[in-house]
């Protein structure tokens, strides 16, 4: 079998998009795994395969490089939501994930913006092992939690540079007090409106950038005081631009760029 693919990168972060309207949907763990491998596959930090729906453009599944389902990525669905658009003429669109409906806009200078909804700030939803503050967890660093349909952990750092986060990324992702795992960010603030970010994806390594880690770095950095309601995010791989007001959704805005097309030969 082969699947006709896209794929684009968003400051680096790098996905791949399975349009499979009007069609099943073959995509399975191990699927996913062997098309994620950078040596023997197409490699992406996530995969999108878009399907029918019926009460929106489409509704697109998450798997991350591992092989392992996710409910949510700001920039695939943000390049979903570009080709779509592109397709139609129009300058928005609403697409269905497993955070609900999300609604996207063509932004100045072709960039793209989705209403991410609003982070999940309770123990339970992030979810933590134990009924305790998501603003400052009981661990070493006194990181913040959230999510946005993935689970955040996010370290207020003063020298990014100094942070060797491959190294020290895997055991945060894996400590007990996640029972799901966590995404781990690792930030520099820079002023209230800039922050530098490097970030430990859960189950994807140490990527470029990544939309969900942005939005939930800023909403972390919002709750301690640190930080306004716009804020510029400086990842590896580019900026994109976060707000959140503190209570409704959070906004993600930027760039997205196909890289290539072609098909992939799956059993």
């Not at 930090?45 to 700001?74: E, S, Y």
């Not at 409106?193 to 972390?220: D, F, K, M, T, Y």
Request: proline share 5%; hydrophobic share 40%; net charge negative.
């Amino acid at each position: 079998m082969t699947l006709p693919f896209v794929k684009m990168h968003a400051h680096g972060d790098d996905f791949i998009i399975i349009d499979r309207r009007g069609q099943d949907d073959p995509i399975t763990a191990q699927i996913a795994r062997r098309l994620g491998n950078r040596h023997t596959g197409i490699g992406f930090n996530q995969l999108a395969v878009v399907l029918d729906c019926t009460d929106a453009a489409a509704r697109i599944k998450f798997w991350n490089a591992d092989g392992t389902p996710l409910q949510t990525c700001g920039s695939a669905t943000r390049g979903v939501a570009d080709r779509l658009m592109h397709e139609t003429g129009s300058q928005s669109v609403v697409l269905r994930t497993d955070r609900g409906l999300l609604t996207c806009v063509r932004a100045a200078a072709q960039q793209v913006s989705v209403n991410m909804g609003a982070p999940s700030l309770d123990w339970a939803a992030v979810p933590l092992a134990a009924a305790i503050d998501t603003r400052t967890l009981p661990i070493d660093g006194a990181p913040a939690a959230c999510s946005m349909g993935n689970p955040h952990c996010t370290y207020f750092v003063d020298d990014l540079a100094a942070l060797d986060v491959a190294a020290v990324g895997p055991a945060l992702e894996t400590h007990p007090l996640f029972p799901a795992r966590t995404n781990v960010h690792f930030v520099q603030v820079l002023d209230r409106q800039h922050i530098r970010l490097r970030i430990w994806e859960r189950g994807g390594g140490v990527p470029l950038g990544s939309g969900s880690c942005c939005c939930g770095a800023v909403v972390n950095g919002i709750r301690r005081g640190l930080l306004d309601a716009t804020v510029q995010v400086q990842c590896d791989g580019g900026t994109v631009t976060v707000q959140w007001d503190g209570q409704g959704g959070v906004v993600l805005t930027g760039s997205v760029e196909p890289i290539m097309q072609g098909a992939a030969y799956v059993l």
